[in-house]
């Protein structure tokens, strides 16, 4: 088991910047690509960025590519998101996920297990 804990969301303008971090307890948390979705209301839940094992490959959507930068700290057991240049449409609940494989995956059924989600609201 896995258990993930979210933190840093928030209400900024546009063009702010963020820091979302996602701390994990229990299992081994090397052993997990990570990633960050989000879900805006009445939409579903989608792929942000992951983060491999250890940290050396990293994948985004296109709608955040050049802003959002997913890294991770094997040693503090959390992974991070820092959001650049954020726009109203980046507004949702913002979950990280751990996926019991190398890589992480794109969809959300790939990913074993999540945390409760912290809310990032953009205003414009």
């Known amino acids: 088991q896995v258990q993930l804990v979210e933190s840093g969301g928030g209400l900024v303008q546009a063009g702010a910047s963020l820091k979302l971090s996602c701390a994990a307890s229990?299992?081994?948390?090397?052993?997990?690509?990570m990633g960050w979705f989000r879900q805006a209301p009445g939409k579903e839940r989608e792929f942000v960025a992951g983060i491999s094992w250890s940290g050396s490959s990293t994948y985004y959507s296109d709608s955040v590519k050049g802003r959002f930068t997913i890294s991770r700290d094997n040693a503090k057991n959390t992974v991070y998101l820092q959001m650049n240049s954020l726009k109203p449409e980046d507004t949702a609940v913002y979950y990280c996920?751990?996926?019991?494989?190398?890589?992480?995956?794109?969809?959300?059924?790939?990913?074993?297990?999540w945390g409760q989600g912290t809310q990032v609201t953009v205003s414009s």
């Open positions: 996920g751990a996926d019991r494989s190398p890589i992480p995956g794109g969809e959300k059924d790939d990913y074993d297990y």
């Open positions: 229990g299992r081994t948390f090397s052993n997990y690509a």
